[in-house]
């Protein structure tokens, strides 16, 4: 029945009327301050949703997918896109009895008070199908006139978003007058009574359809739809069920039959459901089984914490001039790099300003940018790390929705900088109500996604696509192939494999059908020539043979959401191609056959996800209806289930809530639904009351700072705690003994000899006459502290070289590769730690020296600063009290030596040679001395040797000096 | 007069005990009171009793960098033929009448032109004059400001050398003493690094794996710093002021988090403690070697061994 397929009758889906009229009628009191948003979200208490502001993948500006027409090309009723759909609803809505009141609002639904209910109340549980008038003079908040519903069905029938399969449409929609008090009845073609029966046959079979869920009707949206009734029973009593209560009695034996979807939800909807007044008022058992449930649900869904941007990590192996055709092509590339960054970091900073466009502000410069690359034809570098960067940003959860869905820490962002535009921000957000974006949003791109499909939109740039659809290609069949039976993170990376290739195949497919995209249904004729010529050349991937691969392997659970994505993006033809219809029509079957709970409890969620997805993308505009219908390729699924594989991923409890949420966001439609009922439910603000709690930025700000320390060092723990005890203990033993053994080797050879040589110095010299022992003494420190720093390192060198491959022996061969690794790098660092801790402790004295070798020494820099201003005095202009005496000079000219010698990094050849060049040394006093020179220090060279002229330094020689020495240093 | 000497040359220590974050008003407070300073020692003098809080070599830096974009600014206005002229007329008419004053230093003074540029424009005249016919070749004007008693003119020569040898901003000494500050801080940072343990390439190791953009440092294994994440660090000495950090970010700091993720950029002499506002985006500012090091493995970093 065509009843069947469409599910029930909720608000929004009642069918629409002339819009010009009411358009004025909302503009009359909204008055010009309203846009369409806050009108339709003003009015979301009838309307359920709000639409998403989300980005089509077709126009990029906001707009929502245009559905012009079905196949029959009937255009009447059409609703175009998401936008306009409801806030036609809503103010349709929001018309008949309401604008008496006066204001364009609606009050909000205040949880009910409790009351006792008298089953057998026939004022309280009226049957259901009785006409019954309600007293208007005791309930005038309540009123509300009744929606004609049809029986009448086009085939084709118009279909935006969400709520978008309305039960039934009239062939013409009926023209609602619009004078204040007409019954909306009037124009309707059916008698109230006809449409009660309508009801009840409807609501009977609904229930059917939900167990057995065997009809492509999405289920989660079913479900939207049906806490919908729930929660705003009062609006609806009147037009369908007759009665507040029938409302929620329906839907809380809804509830009850799938309670076991329901109890997959996640903790805080079980919670807000099993709180809710109306359940326990109506079935006790329900509300203990919720409450049970909740016990239960351990899985918590969290918005995880936006990541940290992480760039794309230069590879030597992939990125140096050797993979670069010239050293042109390098440097463009080099500085390409930087240019995408540059973009991408200006679009963070300033997408979420208003008026802000990607085209007006970027478009020219990432065309420049482009134009470029295609100079230097480096494309193919681009295209991958266009690609890592885009996995790299995008593979988490998105938020999904409006920027002002995003999680809390977006707030802490907001109040760290106090930067004017910010703070209006936030502003805006404290007072805009949360936006619901309905169980079946258009595929759109959240978060940091919507740069990338902005700038290959606005690149527009046939190389780029083409190397980035043969990347994404490639990825993506690797993916589909990749194992994910591992040893006990299978799920986690089930995960990690899963999201990515969504993501991936979402940008495969938006590039793939970017060159057809139209915003309107192309005419029939259109259509058959584009159907005829695109039916002739190969598809970008053979979707079928992946999915046919995957039912025959048991692999769809990562392969179709996958598909899904890709398939989500097609333009308005594509769907008719003979190619892209088998697949769609495969994914039907496989959708068919696959009946919820009888897979037993190991693979619920996994088949959960399944139908989730699906039945997203059944209910997306591109999803041709006549499908539905379709038997095709029945007997293939059929044929292929039966002779499947045994084991596959489809067998796995692979999918856990966080993954289900995270692929479907929309299932937290639910919970917002129910937090607005909780919440005095659609708020005079015209939306649901976004709950946002003051906190102190000072408090907040370093938590993610310090949080992320504990992080680094609750690693090593961590990694510890999830591995057999054993490791840790073989860890410990192996460092332990390195440790060891190392500093024997240390003592039996470094050491030895250090103290050996040390001992022949000072024999050596005490022997000489006229020894300076303090200077004798230093020399050996300095010895002994390039001994320590020597020690140092060989005790490294010793652990890292013998550590690693006893761990390696000790653990079994099994250890996976990443934990072999970090067990090595943390014993080694453990044995080094031992062996350095025992040389610095019996070493002590090296490091005092060295300490004051570092410190006591005059840095380079600061000694020419002081030559220069010496100079400069010298040299003049100089007041009377600036001059130097012969002392001062001996004393800066020690400080020269003593750098000189103590860095060692002065080219003493060098100087010297520098020096005879400008006739300051004598060459034959340099030959004579030089032996004696050699083991002189710097000051007693210059002083012995430089050819003083009666203690007078002349410029010329400082002058020289010092070009000298900057030229050495 | 020794103090004076050794105190314009603050070592590390003692800038460790000085303030080095400025807040952007105080930096305006400086900015707009150098204005009116000339690159002379004297200046450098005031400058210090002004801001005695400040390390005289941050203001240094801060003056240094300054002053050059005051001389870009007017560069057009002193670089024109006509002015040059002029110039090089006004030192040869008074090199006659009184050879011993400091003629270049105070015309350079009068016209506010960096005197080691004004000297090197008047010797550029003097071998133009020489030589009508052969441009001078840069080689031999830069060996003649380096060491000016190749000018064959001695006493253009001393004058020459008065300029240089006065002027604390530009001129091959300072250019010489600058390079000389920055290797040593590169070193010290890696002397630092060594006595943390933590192991690094340098530039020269990454240039030789034909990376296309090198830090100073790259940390093999990751740091955490107050919390962030840290891949490599950048040395730079010389006081991060708004116009210059904006240049490194562009040309250096970003391509480096494009390429390494997160890091350190450690500006020795300090910077304007606004500009520390990219933390979460991958660069860290900090005045010095920090010293709240968390690794992966140790926990927070042991000291010198």
Same mark, same amino acid.
């Given at each position: 029945s065509q009843t069947l397929t469409h599910g029930p009758t909720t608000p929004a889906k009642t069918p629409s009327t002339s819009r010009s009229v009411r358009t004025q009628d909302f503009s009359d009191r909204r008055g &010009?301050?309203?846009?369409p948003i806050q009108t339709s979200r003003s009015a979301s208490r009838v309307q359920l949703f709000s639409p998403a502001p989300s980005v089509s993948p077709v126009s990029g500006r906001g707009e929502g997918r245009r559905r012009s027409g079905g196949f029959g090309g009937c255009a009447s009723g059409r609703q175009t896109g998401p936008r306009g759909a409801v806030s036609e609803e809503g103010v349709r809505w929001d018309g008949g009895g309401r604008r008496s009141r006066g204001v364009g609002r609606i009050e909000p639904v205040s949880p009910p008070t409790q009351v006792q209910l008298n089953f057998n109340n026939l004022e309280d549980f009226p049957p259901v199908g009785a006409a019954q008038s309600p007293p208007v003079a005791t309930k005038p908040s309540r009123r509300i006139n009744p929606t004609p519903v049809s029986a009448e069905r086009p085939n084709s029938k118009p279909k935006s978003c969400f709520i978008s399969t309305p039960l039934s449409l009239p062939a013409s929609p009926p023209a609602i007058p619009? *004078? /204040? @008090? /007409?019954?909306?009845? /009037? @124009? *309707?073609?059916?008698?109230l009574q006809e449409e009660r029966e309508l009801l009840r046959k409807e609501r009977y079979v609904w229930a059917v359809i939900f167990s057995l &869920? &065997?009809?492509?009707?999405s289920m989660m949206m079913n479900l939207i739809c049906l806490l919908s009734i729930y929660v705003h029973a009062d609006v609806l009593e009147k037009a369908y069920l007759g009665n507040v209560h029938n409302c929620v009695y329906f839907s809380v034996r809804v509830l009850e039959n799938q309670f076991e979807l329901v109890s997959h939800l996640d903790k805080c909807t079980l919670r807000l459901l099993s709180e809710n007044e109306r359940v326990g008022t109506f079935s006790s058992s329900l509300k203990d089984h919720l409450a049970q449930a909740q016990e239960n649900c351990t899985a918590k869904v969290l918005p995880s914490p936006p990541m940290f941007v992480h760039s794309v990590p230069f590879q030597p192996a992939t990125d140096n001039r050797s993979n670069f055709s010239s050293d042109r092509a390098f440097h463009t590339f080099k500085k390409q790099r930087d240019v995408f960054y540059g973009f991408l970091r200006e679009w963070e900073d300033s997408h979420k300003e208003p008026g802000w466009d990607f085209e007006a502000a970027l478009g020219s410069r990432v065309r420049m940018m482009v134009s470029q690359l295609t100079a230097a034809g480096s494309h193919s570098h681009f295209a991958r790390l266009f690609q890592k960067q885009l996995i790299q940003m995008c593979k988490g959860p998105c938020v999904l929705g409006s920027s002002s869905d995003a999680p809390d820490a977006d707030l802490l962002g907001m109040l760290g900088a106090d930067s004017l535009g910010r703070l209006k921000r936030l502003q805006q957000r404290l007072v805009q109500p949360q936006g619901l974006i309905g169980p079946c949003p258009p595929p759109s791109f959240p978060g940091h996604q919507e740069f990338f499909k902005c700038f290959l939109q606005t690149a527009s740039c046939c190389q780029l696509n083409q190397h980035l659809k043969d990347g994404l290609c490639q990825q993506l069949l690797k993916l589909d192939e990749v194992s994910i039976l591992g040893p006990d993170d299978e799920k986690q990376r089930f995960s990690s494999v899963l999201l990515t290739a969504r993501l991936l195949a979402k940008f495969l497919g938006f590039i793939s059908f970017l060159p057809y995209q139209t915003s309107e249904l192309p005419s029939r004729d259109i259509q058959d020539t584009a159907i005829t010529l695109r039916s002739k050349s190969s598809p970008v991937l053979d979707v079928c043979a992946v999915l046919r691969s995957s039912v025959h392997r048991r692999r769809t659970i990562l392969t179709v959401p996958w598909i899904v994505e890709f398939l989500s993006m097609l333009d308005h033809i594509g769907p008719l191609l003979p190619f892209y219809r088998t697949a769609l029509c495969l994914l039907l079957q496989i959708y068919k056959r696959m009946l919820l709970g009888r897979g037993g409890e190991l693979c619920y969620m996994n088949q959960l996800l399944m139908v989730a997805v699906l039945g997203w993308l059944f209910q997306i505009p591109i999803f041709p209806e006549d499908l539905f219908f379709s038997t095709d390729l029945k007997e293939e699924v059929k044929e292929l289930e039966n002779i499947t594989s045994s084991q596959g991923l489809d067998t796995l409890p692979l999918v856990d809530q966080q993954l289900l949420y995270t692929c479907c966001p929309y299932l937290g439609e639910f919970r917002k639904l129910l937090a607005a009922f909780v919440a005095g439910s659609t708020s005079k603000s015209g939306g649901l009351i976004r709950k946002i709690t003051p906190t102190s930025a000072e408090l907040r700000g370093p938590s993610t700072s310090r949080s992320q320390q504990k992080l680094q060092v609750d690693l090593e723990q961590a990694f510890f705690h999830n591995q057999p005890p054993s490791l840790r203990r073989t860890v410990e033993f192996v460092a332990e003994r390195v440790g060891s053994n190392c500093v024997k080797h240390i003592k039996a050879t470094l050491v030895l000899e250090l103290v050996k040589g040390g001992e022949k110095t000072l024999r050596d010299s005490l022997g000489l006459e006229g020894v300076n022992t303090a200077k004798l003494n230093d020399s050996i420190c300095a010895q002994l502290c390039d001994a320590g720093m020597q020690a140092l390192e060989t005790a490294t060198r010793f652990c890292s070289e013998n550590a690693p491959g006893a761990v390696r022996v000790l653990l079994p061969l099994e250890t996976s590769p990443s934990v072999l690794t970090t067990a090595e790098s943390i014993t080694t660092r453990l044995a080094t730690e031992k062996a350095c801790s025992w040389l610095s402790a019996n070493i002590t004295s090296s490091g005092q020296v060295q300490k004051n070798c570092t410190h006591k020494v005059p840095l380079g820099s600061e000694v020419m600063i002081e030559i220069k201003e010496v100079l400069s005095v010298a040299v003049g202009p100089r007041s009377e009290e600036e001059a130097y005496t012969v002392h001062q000079i001996e004393s800066l000219l020690y400080r020269v030596g003593q750098t000189l010698g103590c860095r060692k990094k002065t080219d003493y050849l060098f100087l010297i040679r520098q020096l005879i060049e400008r006739g300051l040394l004598g060459e034959e006093e340099v030959g004579t001395n030089w032996p004696k020179l050699s083991a002189l220090s710097w000051p007693e060279v210059i002083s012995k040797t430089l050819r003083f002229e009666a203690g007078i330094l002349t410029n010329h020689f400082l002058m020289a000096f010092l070009v000298c020495s900057c030229r050495s240093l | 007069m020794m103090d004076s000497v050794s105190s314009s040359s603050a070592t590390v220590a003692d800038k460790s005990v000085k303030r080095m974050q400025i807040c952007r008003a105080e930096y305006r407070v400086i900015g707009r009171f150098v204005e009116q300073l000339r690159p002379t020692r004297q200046c450098m003098k005031t400058l210090q009793t002004q801001f005695p809080h400040l390390p005289p070599s941050t203001l240094l830096s801060i003056f240094s960098q300054e002053y050059q974009k005051r001389m870009k600014r007017s560069m057009a206005r002193h670089h024109a033929p006509d002015v040059i002229k002029e110039y090089y007329q006004r030192y040869r008419s008074e090199a006659k009448t009184r050879p011993a004053a400091p003629l270049l230093l105070e015309l350079a003074n009068q016209v506010d032109l960096s005197p080691a540029l004004l000297a090197r424009l008047i010797v550029e005249c003097f071998l133009e004059e020489r030589q009508a016919s052969v441009g001078a070749s840069r080689h031999v004007l830069n060996n003649m400001l380096r060491e000016p008693y190749l000018i064959p003119d001695l006493l253009l020569a001393k004058h020459v050398e008065q300029c240089t040898v006065n002027d604390c901003c530009y001129g091959p000494l300072v250019d010489c003493i600058k390079h000389a500050i920055g290797l040593e801080h590169e070193d010290l940072l890696r002397d630092k690094l060594r006595e943390t343990h933590l192991s690094f390439l340098d530039e020269n190791q990454l240039r030789a794996k034909g990376y296309d953009k090198t830090p100073d440092i790259i940390l093999e294994v990751p740091i955490a710093v107050d919390g962030h994440i840290v891949h490599w660090i950048e040395s730079k000495a010389s006081f991060g002021d708004d116009h210059s950090h904006h240049t490194y970010l562009n040309e250096q700091f970003w391509s480096y988090c494009n390429r390494f993720g997160p890091g350190l950029v450690i500006y020795w002499y300090g910077f304007v403690s606004e500009l520390d506002c990219q933390r979460d985006r991958g660069i860290l500012l900090r005045d010095g070697f920090p010293s709240d090091i968390v690794t992966l493995c140790q926990g927070p970093a042991r000291g010198r061994v």
């Open positions: &010009n301050k309203s846009t619009e *004078s /204040a @008090g /007409a019954k909306l009845t /009037a @124009g *309707s073609p059916h008698s &869920n &065997n009809i492509p009707v | -």
